[in-house]
Nanobody, 122 residues
Framework: QVQLVESGGGLVQVGGSLRLSCAVSGSIISIRAMGWYRQAPGKQRELVARITNDDKTDYADSVKGRFTISRDTAKTTVHLQMSSLKPEDSAVYYC????????????????WGQGTQVTVSS
């Protein structure tokens, strides 16, 4: 079973920074892309940032220039560096692994973390 463990959420003041991390485990061979999504109360889950296996990145317009996504060399841990945080960034942030190839020819299209709360206070 693929497991995603997130860390790094919390409470921060406007203009502050936070770094989220997500480690994937479960006999992983490769992951096509990893990303961060967020969901605020009463809103749909939205893509925040995504990084592919060949290190192409994609960001929501609302976070461009403020957030940076990266992966470790083993490509099983993804980080989201968030700076210049705004109250509208407050949400539960979810890590996603897309296109997960595992040992013994197992494959999982999508796997999700449990979510971590980010709260930006004004």
């Amino acid at each position: 079973q693929v497991q995603l463990v997130e860390s790094g959420g919390g409470l921060v003041q406007v203009g502050g920074s936070l770094r989220l991390s997500c480690a994937v485990s479960g006999s992983i061979i490769s992951i096509r892309a990893m990303g961060w999504y967020r969901q605020a109360p009463g809103k749909q889950r939205e893509l925040v940032a995504r990084i592919t296996n060949d290190d192409k990145t994609d960001y929501a317009d609302s976070v461009k220039g403020r957030f940076t996504i990266s992966r470790d060399t083993a490509k099983t841990t993804v980080h989201l560096q968030m700076s210049s945080l705004k109250p509208e960034d407050s949400a539960v942030y979810y890590c996603n692994a897309n296109g997960v190839s595992r040992s013994y020819n197992r494959y999982q299209n999508d796997a999700w973390g449990q979510g971590t709360q980010v709260t930006v206070s004004s």
